[in-house]
């Protein structure tokens, strides 16, 4: 699998720019994917640098095979951010960059069940050697278990009516595959709009089965933690989900968005935005329609 096919990173020269690269910087890039930011910032970086680049799947790691000197692959989930820079003995590092979106690569793979275009087993995992996967999900959880998560995660005004005609598809036969889920669903789907109710509805099963809140808020607390005094945080959001938190813990260092200040009225907030959120420009998000949706946010370590 080449790299430059994986996947066409999004909002590059302003992400990468936003990590203000200097001598001697230690930079992550958290979702290293099909290596697209993280080949930029190669590019950019002086020798005395180094970068570790961070993805939870298989293909992902066959991508950095190509990688330059100064470059390490962590085969983890981001969440474990702060575990890993103590192995590798970094005490300190100067950006962080996370593109949140899915790689349009999962998309476009017919095996791994992330999109309804395809009859798929319905997997789901990044990492394909542990956890639920999505048809796990549909057919051990909790009627009200199954509502919540397509509440909270897909913002479904019709999770309960969703998850009651899932219970009782699976108690005549599991659900296994896409069309199978499509099919259980269907008539509670507005042809209209089939299509994005189905992306969310697939969203949210993707979220649920990746840990993708509790693993973003994890990362987060992290990088607050180990980025220098003037390094950078600098993220890509899709959906409102993820973007709220990560403009919840810049204002506030917590993904509730809860202000808290000491005697003087000093914001406890570990991190201060820098400049306002950025979108892709009309160019490209015709050239590139994943990047409709983007948003970049940018912030420095006080």
């Not at 958290?30 to 930011?37: K, L, Q, S, V, Y």
């Not at 699976?170 to 789907?189: F, H, M, Q, Y």
């Not at 420009?281 to 329609?289: A, G």
Request: with cysteine; proline share 3%; aromatic share 8%.
């Amino acid at each position: 699998m080449k790299a430059e096919t994986y996947h066409v990173p999004v909002l590059l020269d302003e992400s990468v720019a936003g990590l203000a690269i200097h001598e001697g910087g230690v930079y992550v890039d958290a979702t290293f994917g099909g290596g697209g930011h993280s080949r930029e910032i190669v590019s950019r970086m002086p020798d005395s640098c180094r970068l570790y680049g961070f993805d939870q799947d298989a293909d992902a790691e066959r991508n950095a095979m190509c990688m330059a000197e100064g470059f390490t692959f962590v085969r983890s989930n981001f969440r474990f951010l702060r575990n890993w820079m103590r192995y590798y003995e970094v005490e300190k590092i100067d950006g962080l960059i996370a593109d949140l979106g899915v790689s349009s690569h999962h998309f476009d793979d017919g095996e791994r069940g992330f999109s309804f275009r395809f009859d798929t087993p319905l997997d789901m995992r990044m990492n394909r050697r542990a956890g639920l996967t999505a048809a796990d999900v549909l057919n051990s959880y909790e009627e009200e278990a199954l509502a919540d998560l397509f509440f909270v995660y897909g913002e479904m005004r019709n999770a309960r009516k969703i998850a009651r005609s899932i219970v009782k598809t699976r108690t005549e036969r599991p659900i296994i595959t896409t069309a199978d889920l499509v099919n259980a669903v269907g008539t509670l789907i507005r042809k209209e709009r089939e299509k994005k109710e189905l992306a969310r509805l697939f969203q949210s099963l993707r979220i649920e089965v990746n840990h993708e809140m509790d693993a973003l808020k994890e990362m987060l607390s992290a990088a607050a933690e180990l980025l220098a005094v003037g390094g950078r945080l600098v993220v890509i959001t899709y959906h409102s989900l993820e973007d709220r938190i990560v403009k919840n813990f810049i204002k506030a260092g917590n993904a509730e968005g809860r202000v808290t200040q000491d005697f003087f009225g000093r914001s406890g907030a570990p991190l201060v935005p820098v400049g306002k959120m950025i979108v892709p420009s009309e160019k490209e998000q015709t050239e590139n329609p994943r990047s409709r949706s983007a948003k970049l946010r940018i912030a420095e370590k006080r």
